[in-house]
């Protein structure tokens, strides 16, 4: 024990050696961005910077006895329209993550290794300090555990699961009862992420209702706004997206379950639903092949899925993101 401990204390006087350099660099490169009006280094190194004092911490924690901190807490700051400037503090707990999706999963039949929450306590502790980095940048307010046996199991199969009841709903608001619409062929879907993981959404009901999604409409992601090339697949790719079919199926029965709306069905100011593309799941694993979007369609009263070229164009199409963590 008492090797251990001497071990951890030379760790933690590294670390906050480290911190501190990084502080100095900091202080230094901030001042030549105040000249330059050039901060992309500071920022860069202030992540860094971020970095090192949650490992530091890490540290610290284990020292005091605390192996493991369930909490991930990170502040969001955004601009509305009008310039006004909000900031909303976003928390998350493991305990209750963990119970939320064991308990999702066992609700639909869908098996749970018998490692299940050691794996992602794994994940989580491992990726704190990245997830709280993207939560206060893009504003995550959903967490979603997958296990690798998602990927296993028949893409049609669980879309059957994760609509179940649907038709039922539709029945009683007088609506058709249709089964989800597939303009693909669901066996020749390939999803780039695949296997035991968490990943980082916002909870929002459609693309409209946040402002980080906000910004996938209406223009080259990325870039500025243009007539007859927004929003294209491989726009959001270049960017990194990965959001995949199954991942967008489970969101949207999740957050049904509990509110009753469906995932980005509704209309925007302009008549049109804003479907998402699911930049993870094409159509082969060529360059070029065709990628998968989704939505609800409430006229029909279904969920809608198909694909296109990724260089196809279209203004009401957006992207919900996310972040994958493994």
Same mark, same amino acid.
């Given at each position: 024990?008492?090797?251990?401990?001497?071990?951890?204390?030379?760790?933690?006087?590294?670390?906050?050696?480290?911190?501190?350099?990084?502080?100095?660099?900091?202080?230094?490169?901030?001042?030549?961005?105040?000249?330059?009006?050039?901060?992309?280094?500071?920022?860069?190194?202030?992540?860094?910077?971020?970095?090192?004092?949650?490992?530091?911490?890490?540290?610290?924690?284990?020292?005091?006895?605390?192996?493991?901190?369930?909490?991930?807490?990170?502040?969001?700051?955004?601009?509305?329209?009008?310039?006004?400037?909000?900031?909303?503090?976003?928390?998350?707990?493991?305990?209750? &993550?963990?119970?939320?999706?064991?308990?999702?999963?066992?609700?639909?039949?869908?098996?749970?290794?018998?490692?299940?929450?050691?794996?992602?306590?794994?994940?989580? &502790?491992?990726?704190?300090?990245?997830?709280?980095?993207?939560?206060?940048?893009?504003?995550?307010?959903?967490?979603?555990?997958?296990?690798?046996?998602?990927?296993?199991?028949?893409?049609?199969?669980?879309?059957?699961?994760?609509?179940?009841?649907?038709?039922?709903?539709?029945?009683?608001?007088?609506?058709?009862?249709?089964?989800?619409?597939?303009?693909?062929?669901?066996?020749?879907?390939?999803?780039?992420?695949?296997?035991?993981?968490?990943?980082?959404?916002?909870?929002?009901?459609?693309?409209?209702?946040?402002?980080?999604?906000?910004?996938?409409?209406?223009?080259?992601?990325?870039?500025?706004?243009?007539?007859?090339?927004?929003?294209?697949?491989?726009?959001?790719?270049?960017?990194?997206?990965?959001?995949?079919?199954?991942?967008?199926?489970?969101?949207?029965?999740?957050?049904?379950?509990?509110?009753?709306?469906?995932?980005?069905?509704?209309?925007?100011?302009?008549?049109?639903?804003?479907?998402?593309?699911?930049?993870?799941?094409?159509?082969?694993?060529?360059?070029?092949?065709?990628?998968?979007?989704?939505?609800?369609?409430?006229?029909?009263?279904?969920?809608?899925?198909?694909?296109?070229?990724?260089?196809?164009?279209?203004?009401?199409?957006?992207?919900?993101?996310?972040?994958?963590?493994?």
């Amino acid at each position: 024990m008492e090797s251990i401990d001497i071990e951890l204390l030379q760790q933690l006087e590294a670390g906050v050696e480290k911190v501190e350099t990084a502080r100095e660099a900091l202080e230094a490169e901030l001042e030549i961005a105040k000249k330059s009006g050039d901060f992309s280094k500071f920022y860069d190194l202030q992540k860094k910077a971020k970095t090192d004092i949650f490992q530091t911490e890490k540290i610290q924690r284990k020292l005091e006895g605390k192996d493991f901190d369930s909490m991930i807490s990170a502040e969001y700051t955004s601009v509305d329209s009008k310039g006004k400037e909000k900031k909303e503090t976003i928390n998350f707990r493991f305990e209750e &993550e963990l119970a939320n999706w064991t308990d999702f999963y066992n609700k639909h039949g869908i098996e749970l290794p018998a490692d299940f929450a050691e794996t992602m306590q794994d994940i989580w &502790e491992r990726n704190a300090s990245v997830m709280e980095n993207e939560i206060a940048e893009k504003g995550f307010d959903k967490i979603i555990f997958i296990p690798a046996s998602v990927d296993s199991a028949d893409l049609k199969k669980l879309e059957e699961e994760m609509t179940k009841g649907y038709k039922e709903e539709a029945k009683k608001a007088g609506l058709p009862e249709n089964d989800t619409y597939f303009g693909i062929k669901t066996k020749e879907v390939i999803n780039s992420r695949t296997g035991d993981r968490i990943i980082l959404l916002h909870s929002a009901p459609d693309l409209t209702a946040h402002p980080e999604l906000l910004k996938t409409l209406d223009k080259k992601y990325g870039g500025e706004k243009t007539t007859g090339t927004d929003n294209k697949a491989e726009d959001f790719i270049k960017e990194g997206e990965g959001l995949t079919l199954p991942e967008w199926l489970l969101l949207q029965r999740e957050i049904w379950e509990k509110t009753g709306v469906h995932l980005d069905g509704k209309k925007g100011d302009d008549g049109y639903i804003k479907p998402t593309w699911c930049p993870g799941s094409r159509m082969g694993k060529e360059v070029g092949s065709i990628v998968v979007r989704a939505y609800w369609n409430p006229v029909n009263a279904r969920v809608n899925v198909n694909a296109f070229s990724p260089g196809h164009s279209d203004d009401s199409f957006g992207c919900r993101l996310s972040r994958c963590l493994k």
